[in-house]
């Protein structure tokens, strides 16, 4: 037994042996006189001055909007605005196209990066979407049973017939489709992820869905909702990363920035009217143009 505990005497004295060679290889911090306390730690490299403000916290700037901002006023005529500076006056830009999703004859959607399209399908049972990959169909959704109102592919002509918009709008990296519910209340919107073809239903608030605009970086989705009488709308932000829908602001003509930092919409009259713009989080609100029947149609870049 003597001999077995040889080993582990070695051992434990070599491990001794090291940590006095470690503690020996640094000065200790010399301690305090009695009665006086430690140093207080080393100050952040930070100057003060970057920190407080005359006595208060420094308040980061808030963003500005940049590009081009072109809206229509109330006499059918055209503006064009330095969006961070919605005051001055610029040439406005022609051959504009607005922020409508591509729509081809019939009623055909395709994806951005072409390898889908979704087509609008009419029977006696109602209203479908199929999505087509090459010659086969990859997906088929309801989008409206046979007594709904009737479907038309713009407000304008919805209007017309006392029907609705059909709204089906594909994210610019052609992950998502988006469309608006219309079967019964309480309306919603659906978004179909087209890597494994599942749909994710949420509810909106204040109407059927009426518009559908993805951020040019496709990390979120505006949503209008219109009331059935058509006389209020209401902006929501869909998060697909969250998967949360979230009020923002009243209004519609949803217009996005080029950098997404950024929409103008119309706002509503019984609110605030014309043309304004917010960020996503609604944190900032800048108003452009307060003639009533303004309404946002383009954002492009500012080209020097």
Known sequence: MLRSLVPAVAFLGAVGFASIALTMD?????????????????????????????????????????????????????????????????????????SAPAVGAGGAYPSPDGRYVAQVRRDELGVWIDVSEGDAVVKTMQIAGPNDPELASAKSPAKAIDGVPL??????????LAYGSITSEPFSLAVVRADRWSTLFRQVDGGYVGELAWAPDSSSLAISTYEIDRSDHTVLIYDPARLSVRHLIDGCAIVWAPDSAF??????????????????????????????????????????
């Open 26 to 98: 640094r000065d200790p911090a010399p301690a305090p006189p009695t009665g006086e306390a430690a140093p207080p730690p080393a100050a952040s490299s930070t100057p003060a001055a970057e920190l407080v403000l005359d006595g208060e916290p420094a308040v980061a700037p808030q963003p500005r909007p940049g590009g081009v901002l072109t809206y229509l006023t109330s006499d059918g005529g055209f503006v064009s605005v330095d969006a961070a500076d919605p005051a001055s006056s610029l040439e406005v830009i022609e051959g504009l196209e607005g």
């Open 263 to 304: 929409l103008a919409v119309h706002r509503e009259p019984a609110v605030a009217s014309g043309v304004w713009i917010t960020s996503p989080d609604g944190e900032t609100r800048i108003e452009v143009d307060n003639d009533e029947l303004a309404f946002p149609i383009a954002w492009t870049e500012r080209v020097s």
């Open 167 to 176: 709204t089906v709008a594909w994210s610019p990296d052609s992950r998502f």
